[in-house]
């Protein structure tokens, strides 16, 4: 029996009739190794049951109800749990339960008005968000002592522009200077604006990838490649596509596209400079992640400076509010 037989298995073996905890939940889309998929705009699921408690699930605790969904795809799980219970686990995903305590409640209003924008504009019935990068990262249950001080002492606050809830963007590691929203979304926010934030002490500040030419004509679907170009940067000075020369012609491709083709850790982030060395294209470059909105590692240095969350937050979406979701 394979293990996503077995984990079916016990799913439907354990399956109980429960109700939604009371008060504001949300709804997770569970993916991991074994649940990959992501159910079609428009595919008819078929409710399998509903299971209640602490179930382990590939190594993994989810609390609050679990409820499996049938589809043309497969077995979908969703993860429904109380908001904040949710938060905190966020916030144990995301960053170090060591980092400093005003970070922490920075990453708690950050994720908390994030979970609820989607919430609120999403239009699936089934779910409010996936556990992914898709959207933030949630790894079930993983509670810290210091990480639940930290979200209850920022309980129900969120970020809000002229009284509406922002889309809060943040990302890992800017390398000094985050990225204007329209040169990675394709939109512009009056609240996210490039803004300068050290972040030297992450592990990304300055990284190096050395990819050989086969892996690019491989992820491209082209063969030949005889060399590659910036071909124009963003108004950050990140590189914004590339020009493929290659047996067929020449390719321009998007840096975006490209990371998400190669995988987000196999090219963590846009900013970088391109040489060649042989049969190795050599990325030097700074930073991780798609750049928008907060820096996570700046935040940190922020708090160790002795900056409060609500500057910090401040720095990075000039013009907001924080407002708990009750008064709104």
Not at 63 to 92: A, D, M, Q
Not at 167 to 193: D, I, M, N, R, W
């Amino acid at each position: 029996m394979t293990v996503r037989n077995s984990v079916i298995a016990l799913l439907l073996s354990l399956l109980l009739c429960a109700h939604a905890e009371a008060g504001s939940t949300i709804k997770v889309l569970i993916l991991d190794d074994v649940f990959q998929n992501i159910p079609a705009k428009n595919e008819k699921l078929e409710p399998m049951g509903r299971l209640k408690g602490d179930l382990l699930v590939n190594g993994t605790h989810y609390p609050g109800n679990i409820e499996i969904w049938k589809g043309t795809g497969g077995l979908f799980l969703i993860n429904e749990l109380p908001l904040e219970e949710y938060i905190k686990n966020v916030v144990s995903a995301e960053v170090g339960a060591d980092w400093d305590m005003e970070a922490l409640k920075v990453q708690a209003v950050i994720s908390r008005t994030y979970a609820m924008f989607q919430k609120q504009q999403n239009t699936n019935p089934n779910f409010d968000i996936t556990s992914s990068v898709l959207h933030q990262v949630y790894k079930g249950s993983n509670e810290n002592a210091r990480i639940s001080y930290a979200v209850m002492n920022t309980e129900r606050e969120v970020l809000t522009y002229n009284g509406k809830l922002i889309e809060a963007f943040y990302h890992s590691t800017s390398g000094g200077l985050t990225e204007a929203p329209e040169e990675v979304f394709g939109k512009s926010y009056p609240y996210l604006k490039p803004v300068a934030g050290s972040c030297e002490t992450s592990p990304y500040w300055i990284w190096e990838r050395r990819i050989p030419v086969e892996e690019i004509e491989k992820t491209l679907n082209i063969s030949g490649i005889s060399d590659i170009s910036v071909s124009s940067y963003t108004s950050t000075k990140r590189v914004k596509t590339l020009d493929v020369i290659h047996s067929g012609g020449t390719l321009t491709v998007k840096t975006t596209d490209l990371r998400k083709m190669l995988g987000w850790n196999r090219l963590p982030s846009t900013n970088f400079s391109l040489s060649r060395d042989n049969s190795t294209f050599v990325f030097d470059g700074k930073g991780y992640g798609h750049g928008v909105g907060l820096c996570q590692w700046s935040s940190l240095e922020m708090a160790r400076s002795g900056m409060n969350y609500r500057d910090i937050l401040a720095h990075f979406y000039p013009g907001t509010v924080i407002q708990t979701y009750a008064d709104r």
